[in-house]
């Protein structure tokens, strides 16, 4: 038998015979010649069966081929300046494998709730295909960077007894004879690892029981959240520049044919370069009243804010130093502003929205217990977090990054929905 | 100031003067001189105040430092054979950063239940801080093996409408106005994903709500679940040996400090090479007949007998073809004895018992749906399964491997739970 391959290493066997193994993306015929259009998960290639060539029985077989059944086929590769890819085969053999009768994603158009629903299947054509490929390099890229630059992964718990941000948007389980809830961030976890581990992060699930059906939300979501003792707000700024660059680098290095499928404009990518413009909460608040909104200090931005601040950009903002009264309550204050907090939220372009908050955080023992008293935090639950505090506090920073919405930023993705593999949302927990 | 570097980086500076940034984690006194055991999450440095080089101020103040407190220190790097890492530093200046009072965990023994309870300090001890720096590195090889071999990782979701294997064992949460079920295995998905990207793996939390108390279980761990289209039974097999040799030999690579802290017997994990022994089932049962077990062909092993039977070799033990009935619904039976299934379970050797499940998985679309019958399985929620064996059905299999059980093997841990940064077990939810 000839040498078995995958259409992303096919270059290497110009002018021999391969097997490859893979099913019936499309095909068409012109009487004497079918062109099948074959994918095995790395690429689609065209694979040409001419009759006079395979013989009868061989193209009948492809004949009878139907929408995505498998198959494995034979043939010699050929370049072909033409072809996507740059190759295809001329078939010498085909054995069918399991067959596929009515498959129920046609190549017309489809509703999103037929999709949605048939999640399973939609993850086969190639443009889902190539987005869940960009998701593994984003994941890929994020754990090189920071695994070069001395960090150490840590996974934080997913069931906690409590959580930093209130349990009304907490899914609820019973834990035994204990109430526990899914984490909505590792962060204070990863607090106490950075005391023990200097520089960490985490990569994981988070989820949000938030009753929203907007395109930048999803219930369960994967975030990346890097940690560091003895940093400050300015570090941790910097890092995130470096970090984002990074990816979006690492993205157009290894997914060109990927983002050529979804139809991204990689020149806009290119530009993503640190460092990345930088506005203060109250530069953004004048900015927007100059342009016409009814927004005051001490207001939260909504998503046409965010828009409409980004878009004066070609690269990533980020808007520092948010009033303390908006923010989560473990954030450092600005020591000649206590009415702000050392704190960035990092907009992606496009219209993209936040991808990344982050903050230095509080290390002084008796501030953060006022804060539980300001906040009604309970003490038993939080005890172990003060504790971080009480012996050898340092200043410390860090952030989390959504993967979706960066993935959707990078994909250039109208929803968050098709940034992961099976997306729960609202009335959405199938398949 | 000095550059500022780290523990692991400070041959780097050899006669030079740098700043370290971390904590006292012991210290000892000579009259005129102390010796200050300073970490830093990369590692830890004996660091020496000479009270006439220094002066009576910064001597006091090193003099003045207590357990766990944070400092910055300043001094000239020098290769001392005798020490540990081969460098100490001579102190020039010392900033006490923060305090450390009375600091819970002393360096004599603790009771395990205090340690627990104090997880958050625990892990600051350098025996837990290698043990989670050797998890780190597994995963990172896990990820490098498998991304270098072709795969594409793929997140299934956490939140499910429902299990493969029954209800009992799972955590209930309400999901807005529908059932959901934390997962306990990424599989099903998995296998979707498999037949649109070819191969793929998981990385992420399992959860299973067992009444156990075992030093094997954890209710929260993390899996590793390769899925392959168009691999074998026995193509899984050389996966897996292949897969734990890279693991075992990448942590040999890079974490020997870890290893010597952890005073893992490195020589036992060198031995760790393909192949792996095998055996069936059916010898299994015979060899524990011949060695005293009330054992019959049909029942299950328990750990006593995982445990003897791995002690017969060096290295990890495959037991394949285990009974059709003591196994998953969606295995595929051996087509020469259909009363066994193609599958494998790995035996971690010194009594680690089983790291790895895996098998071929039925394609059959009639098998598979008899299955369903026989197993009383909801046709509503699995549909979408069954629909991965009616179009283009490939032969395909895939494994599931125990991240803390993996680790507890490889660092030769008592106790899963010191594998995982903070565990999850029975009444045991805290920090």
């Given at each position: 038998?000839?040498?078995?391959?995958?259409?992303?290493?096919?270059?290497?066997?110009?002018?021999?015979?391969?097997?490859?193994?893979?099913?019936?993306?499309n095909k068409r015929s012109s009487g004497k010649i079918q062109f099948l259009q074959?994918?095995?998960?790395?690429?689609?290639?065209q694979c040409v069966a001419v009759k006079s060539e395979v013989?009868?029985?061989?193209f009948?077989?492809c004949e009878?081929?139907?929408?995505?059944?498998?198959?494995?086929?034979?043939?010699?590769?050929?370049?072909?300046?033409?072809?996507?890819?740059?190759?295809e085969?001329s078939v010498?053999?085909?054995?069918?494998?399991?067959?596929?009768?009515?498959?129920?994603?046609?190549?017309?158009?489809?509703?999103?709730?037929?999709?949605?629903?048939?999640?399973?299947?939609?993850?086969?054509?190639?443009?889902?295909?190539?987005?869940?490929?960009?998701?593994?390099?984003?994941?890929?890229?994020?754990?090189?960077?920071?695994?070069?630059?001395?960090?150490?992964?840590?996974?934080?718990?997913?069931?906690?007894?409590?959580?930093?941000?209130?349990?009304?948007?907490?899914?609820?389980?019973?834990?035994?004879?204990?109430?526990?809830?899914?984490?909505?961030?590792?962060?204070?976890?990863?607090?106490?690892?950075?005391?023990?581990?200097?520089?960490?992060?985490?990569?994981?699930?988070?989820?949000?029981?938030?009753?929203?059906?907007?395109?930048?939300?999803?219930?369960?979501?994967?975030?990346?959240?890097?940690?560091?003792?003895?940093?400050?707000?300015?570090?941790?700024?910097?890092?995130?520049?470096?970090?984002?660059?990074?990816?979006?680098?690492?993205?157009?290095?290894?997914?060109?044919?990927?983002?050529?499928?979804?139809?991204?404009?990689?020149?806009?990518?290119?530009?993503?370069?640190?460092?990345?413009?930088?506005?203060?909460?109250?530069?953004?608040?004048?900015?927007?009243?100059?342009?016409?909104?009814?927004?005051?200090?001490?207001?939260?931005?909504?998503?046409?804010?965010?828009?409409?601040?980004?878009?004066?950009?070609?690269?990533?903002?980020?808007?520092?130093?948010?009033?303390?009264?908006?923010?989560?309550?473990?954030?450092?204050?600005?020591?000649?502003?206590?009415?702000?907090?050392?704190?960035?939220?990092?907009?992606?372009?496009?219209?993209?929205?936040?991808?990344?908050?982050?903050?230095?955080?509080?290390?002084?023992?008796?501030?953060?217990?006022?804060?539980?008293?300001?906040?009604?935090?309970?003490?038993?639950?939080?005890?172990?977090?003060?504790?971080?505090?009480?012996?050898?506090?340092?200043?410390?920073?860090?952030?989390?990054?959504?993967?979706?919405?960066?993935?959707?930023?990078?994909?250039?993705?109208?929803?968050?929905?098709?940034?992961?593999?099976?997306?729960?949302?609202?009335?959405?927990?199938?398949?």
């Amino acid at each position: 038998m000839s040498p078995v391959t995958t259409i992303d290493r096919i270059g290497n066997y110009e002018g021999q015979t391969v097997t490859l193994r893979g099913w019936l993306y499309n095909k068409r015929s012109s009487g004497k010649i079918q062109f099948l259009q074959v994918r095995d998960g790395t690429g689609v290639i065209q694979c040409v069966a001419v009759k006079s060539e395979v013989g009868d029985a061989v193209f009948a077989a492809c004949e009878a081929l139907t929408q995505e059944s498998s198959l494995i086929v034979e043939g010699v590769v050929r370049r072909d300046a033409r072809a996507k890819g740059g190759y295809e085969l001329s078939v010498t053999r085909v054995e069918p494998v399991g067959g596929s009768v009515d498959y129920p994603i046609t190549l017309k158009e489809h509703g999103v709730d037929f999709l949605l629903d048939h999640r399973h299947l939609w993850i086969r054509t190639p443009r889902q295909r190539a987005i869940l490929k960009v998701r593994a390099e984003v994941m890929r890229a994020m754990a090189d960077f920071l695994d070069a630059d001395g960090f150490t992964r840590v996974d934080p718990p997913i069931l906690t007894p409590s959580s930093c941000e209130g349990t009304t948007e907490l899914f609820y389980t019973q834990y035994f004879d204990e109430d526990a809830y899914l984490t909505q961030s590792g962060q204070m976890y990863l607090e106490a690892a950075a005391m023990a581990l200097g520089k960490v992060y985490s990569m994981g699930p988070a989820f949000r029981a938030e009753r929203s059906k907007t395109r930048r939300h999803l219930i369960e979501f994967w975030m990346i959240e890097p940690e560091m003792a003895f940093y400050t707000h300015e570090d941790n700024v910097r890092l995130q520049e470096a970090f984002v660059q990074h990816v979006v680098r690492h993205v157009l290095d290894h997914c060109e044919a990927e983002l050529a499928t979804i139809g991204r404009d990689v020149d806009r990518l290119a530009k993503v370069q640190a460092p990345f413009p930088r506005m203060s909460y109250d530069e953004a608040i004048r900015w927007l009243q100059a342009h016409g909104h009814d927004i005051r200090w001490g207001d939260d931005f909504g998503a046409p804010h965010e828009t409409e601040l980004a878009a004066q950009f070609d690269r990533p903002l980020f808007i520092e130093r948010y009033p303390t009264a908006l923010k989560a309550f473990y954030m450092q204050p600005d020591p000649e502003r206590p009415e702000v907090v050392l704190c960035a939220d990092l907009l992606a372009p496009e219209g993209y929205g936040e991808i990344i908050g982050g903050s230095q955080r509080i290390h002084d023992y008796d501030l953060l217990r006022d804060r539980f008293v300001t906040h009604n935090l309970p003490m038993d639950t939080y005890g172990w977090y003060l504790d971080l505090r009480k012996y050898g506090s340092v200043p410390h920073a860090g952030f989390g990054i959504g993967l979706e919405r960066t993935v959707a930023w990078i994909c250039g993705l109208e929803h968050v929905r098709e940034a992961i593999p099976f997306p729960r949302m609202l009335y959405r927990l199938y398949p």
